[in-house]
């Protein structure tokens, strides 16, 4: 066996007798010391009425982590920019918080929408490096969006060129986002939901018919555009129409990985179509549904909890949302918000289902830790312990390239899925 140690050792029979004698000694120091911001970032840029852009750049790979608030909210900790709260510890909405991945002194960008019209708000940013060091103090950036919406081309600071694509829904559904203002050059998806007992009759771009869609993709905006749908009333479904053997869903077929997982959350009567003859399994869960559901699998017991400002009396989830709240099984944004129509993501549903795990009694003792997957760290600290048990339990598993995605949509497939895990774990 022959060794070589060139690299290090200077070994020469005629010196020192023959011993080695060490030339080098290479000493790995380890990165304390959170990232520096570039000069002039970050930096909020591009206002309109309902968004504004970050721009962030650090002098080493790492990530940004940022929060919205109304101007003259207290100030969250660096910490709390990070796991997307506000002073109080609350998790913010979806459009409120968020992240991004950062090279070393390369310049990278977000879009932030769904804000409110002239509304004066403060963006904390706070960076952290790859090892994991966060810097102490959140910057501070204050903008306030503009007021109202122009029918042709505006120009915003820095010769930003933009469009408004204008937004109307019939009654019966809604399309997100409302009315926007798009750059030049850029697209925006705009997704058609019908409301319970509803369907799309009819979806029309610039005036034209183009049939029963679910979403639209305007690409490369040069010019105003309007998007408009209508919705119709569902048929009933007799019950003997629906096939003994199978179901009546035409989008879910016996070879899709999810066919068995929807088609036991069907027959439970825990999930229901999104149509007569549609299951729509791509679609997102909103947080509305993934407690309905739960409400559903209690047998639909009645909830004197507390009732949040945006859930109304009288829809069909104002039950299943008050049971929820009165068992400390859901849990709002801030200021008294539910977000019921809201894409649930991962990590919001692994936090309700361990609660309502530990309501109903199951065991939650099974925890693994989240470090083999890239984004890890990247789950916000208030759902973290509900993600490793979701994970040691097997509930929720990783995505292709080895990612887990916490604060990616949940779709109804996936749901279906996981609701039939939590049940047959239940039952072992």
Known sequence: MNWDFADIWSIDPAVNNGYPILRALVVVVPDTEPPVWAEGFPKAVDIMTSGVALKAKIDENGTAHYVVLTRGADAPSEAQVKNGQNALGEELAVNLKGFLDLIANIENSVDIAGLAPGTAYDLYVVAEDIAGNLQSIPRKLQFTTKTSESTSPSTGSGGVTTYTISVTAGIGGTITPNTIKVRANASQTFTIIPDKGYEIEDVLVDGKSIGVKTSYTFKKVTGKHTIAATFKKMEEVVAEEVPVMGLPFKDVHENNWF?????????????????????????????????????????????????????????????????????????????????????????????????????????????????????AHTTGGWALEAMEWAVGSGLIQGKDGNILDPAGPATRAEVATILQRLIADKAH
């Open 259 to 375: 066919y068995n997982s929807i088609k036991y959350a069907y027959e439970k009567g825990l999930m229901q179509g999104t149509g007569p003859s549609t299951f729509s399994p791509a679609w997102d869960t909103s947080r509305a549904m993934i407690v309905t559901i739960l409400h559903r699998l209690e047998k639909t017991p009645s909830g004197l909890g507390k009732i949040f400002t945006d859930v109304a009396e009288g829809t069909w989830y104002t039950e299943a949302v008050a049971w929820g709240a009165e068992n400390h099984i859901v849990e709002g944004y801030g200021g008294n918000l539910f977000g019921p129509d809201d894409s649930i993501t991962r990590e919001q549903m692994a936090a309700i289902l361990y609660r309502y795990a530990r309501y109903a009694g199951y065991d939650v003792s099974q925890s693994s830790a989240l470090t083999g997957f890239l984004d």
